[in-house]
């Protein structure tokens, strides 16, 4: 075992936090009437700017909305989703490189984050909307910190493979 945990353990708590307080702000935002409309698709749009908005939606998928589920479906996405953090939570413990861990935590941060709106809801909070720079999909801040760190995974594997072929 490494001492990445050390750090990693926070951290991904961190994202966690930040991941759940920025949702619970978006649930109170009167104009949204998010819990009464839990079944519907976009409960409500605050614009900022031509290139930001906040609008509440309920995703019952996975990144970006794919693979919507309902009922049994929900259930499953949320072990797959479970299992596959654990994984990645053992495989941090034997982490020797310090970019590997960073994206670790990253990752499990914001799925546990993604799991806690899942089981609370049976849905995921997105609120961020950056439509109007022509990226179409409404996410959260677990979703940015699974991305991040997916993108920090693939870079250090790209430098370890680099570094192996001398």
């Not at 935590?105 to 709106?117: K, P, Y």
């Not at 849905?123 to 109007?132: H, M, N, P, R, T």
Request: aromatic share 10%.
């Amino acid at each position: 075992m490494t001492r990445h945990w050390i750090w990693a353990a926070p951290l991904s708590a961190a994202v966690i936090v930040i991941d759940q307080i920025t949702k619970a702000m978006v649930l109170a935002e009167p104009s949204f009437r998010a819990l009464d409309c839990l079944n519907a698709g976009i409960c409500g749009r605050i614009e900022i700017s031509s290139l930001f908005d906040l609008s509440m939606t309920w995703n019952r998928g996975v990144s970006f909305g794919a693979f919507q589920a309902e009922g049994l479906a929900r259930w499953g996405l949320f072990a797959v989703t479970a299992v596959i953090a654990l994984g990645f939570s053992v495989w941090l413990l034997g982490a020797a490189r310090r970019l590997t861990a960073l994206a670790l935590c990253l990752v499990i941060g914001g799925a546990v984050g993604n799991l806690i709106d899942r089981a609370r809801f049976g849905a995921v909070v997105d609120f961020l909307d950056f439509s109007g720079m022509y990226f179409p999909w409404v996410f959260n801040v677990a979703d940015a910190s699974i991305t991040v760190g997916a993108g920090c995974l693939l870079l250090d594997q790209l430098l370890a493979g680099r570094a192996a072929k001398g």
